[in-house]
């Protein structure tokens, strides 16, 4: 079971023309992959849904255990798309969760959750990929475990392949991590508001904190050392398909973050999703995201959660755990100089600390894309649209974003 995901690759997408692509492409679609789509589907919520775009509706409509795609509005729902706001979402470089995390979300009958599960429906027929259904992902293995260092990468290949994540004991020392940290009032000097590479996050003292240095390498030859080590670089070997981190350049490699209590505005800790939930997942899935805990972690202080198994189901991937989901939340307490590793589309949240602050270090690995240039081109076009996606998007301290 590989956890290279990928079924397309940027420069060879066909762009979408509304009208052809649904009176032909996704009936057609949907009907090749009717088997994909009934089982999951059957356990959503489907009111009729509307896409308008470019003066044009379309009304997609769940009866029996088909999807039927006619023209005009007949929808309890409805979402308003711009030409490339459709092409976009078709294409999966983008999603609803994009739209709403950047408030260009317009849907002026229904919510969010109608057209997270509708687009369910898209991605099983547009990707080919089976819309989960209560008991697709089974967890056969020991169960909850964590690692060290003395362990194979073969052991914890096929731990991260079934759970879609890594709790790596003691990777670093207390000294080490003490080096780090202590370049955290050095680089924050150089981030301010307006930058977007740093987040602020108000407290309910209204005290505006630096939450967030994306680039912290750049002020940081500690945290550089750390990341070069083999013992570091051996992670990105665990999946065994090549992933690295060519695709980080100096001064981009690593994202430090500062979480402090009682967060009312702004972002420091992120709630429950899928690092692809704002597109992209079948360009780049799975990229690895590594977390060094600086200090450690606990449900007090900040720890990460993951959905296990949720990289191998199609599910919401934000902002909350898709109701009615039969997979488990996982706490990953960690102490100093532990790092987690989780795939790009392993579910998972940061819990808002609420006794004691934590520090952390994110760095990743990614797979080379089958036409780097056509990738990068991609993603810059995306940054602009993204950029302000930390500043919308908020959880209350203590949040657990479970029903
Ligand atoms: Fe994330």
């Not at 003292?205 to 030859?221: A, I, K, N, P």
């Not at 488990?328 to 987690?340: A, H, I, M, Q, Y």
């Not at 808002?352 to 076009?381: N, W």
Request: proline share 6%.
């Amino acid at each position: 079971m590989s956890v290279d995901l990928r079924t397309r690759v940027d420069g060879e997408q066909a762009s979408v023309e509304a009208s052809q692509f649904f009176r032909e492409t996704l009936p057609g679609l949907l009907d090749v992959h009717h088997g994909l789509i009934a089982p999951g589907a059957s356990e959503l919520a489907l009111p009729n849904f509307c896409i308008e775009t470019e003066g044009e509706s379309w009304t997609l409509a769940w009866s029996g255990d088909r999807v039927s795609v006619e023209p005009g509005h007949g929808g309890e729902a409805r979402v308003r798309l711009s030409a490339q706001q459709l092409d976009d979402i078709v294409n999966d470089q983008s999603t609803p969760i994009a739209l709403m995390s950047n408030n260009l979300l317009d849907m002026p009958e229904g919510s969010l959750p109608d057209f997270l599960n509708w687009w369910l429906v898209l991605r099983a027929a547009l990707d080919a990929r089976r819309i989960h259904a209560s008991g697709d992902v089974t967890l056969d293995g020991e169960g909850h475990r964590s690692f060290s260092l003395d362990d194979s990468d073969e052991t914890m290949r096929a731990f991260l392949e079934e759970y879609g994540y890594l709790h790596i004991r003691g990777l670093f020392s207390e000294e080490e991590m003490a080096a780090v940290e202590a370049d955290f009032p050095v680089a924050a000097p150089h981030f301010e508001k307006g930058d977007p590479q740093a987040w602020f996050a108000t407290t309910q003292d209204d005290t505006e904190h630096l939450v967030r240095m994306e680039g912290f390498d750049r002020y940081s030859q500690a945290s550089i050392d750390l990341i070069d080590q083999a013992r570091f670089q051996r992670i990105g070997g665990i999946p065994g398909i090549g992933h690295d981190q060519s695709s980080r350049k100096p001064g981009t490699r690593v994202g430090a973050l500062s979480k402090p209590i009682g967060v009312v505005k702004g972002i420091s800790d992120v709630p429950w999703h899928k690092d692809c939930s704002l597109g992209r997942h079948s360009y780049e899935c799975c990229n690895l995201t590594v977390g060094i805990s600086v200090t450690g972690a606990d449900a007090d202080s900040g720890q990460l959660r993951v959905l296990a198994g949720s990289h191998r189901a199609l599910i919401w991937p934000a902002p909350c755990v898709q109701p009615g989901l039969d997979l488990e939340p996982v706490d990953l307490p960690t102490r100093t100089g532990d790092v987690t590793v989780h795939l790009s589309c392993t579910q998972h949240m940061s819990q808002p600390p609420v006794k004691k602050t934590r520090k952390v270090l994110y760095t990743g690995f990614g797979q080379q894309p089958a036409d780097p240039e056509a990738a990068d081109l991609q993603r810059r076009r995306l940054h602009d649209v993204r950029k302000k996606t930390h500043t919308s998007v908020s959880q209350e301290p203590g949040y657990l974003g479970e029903d």
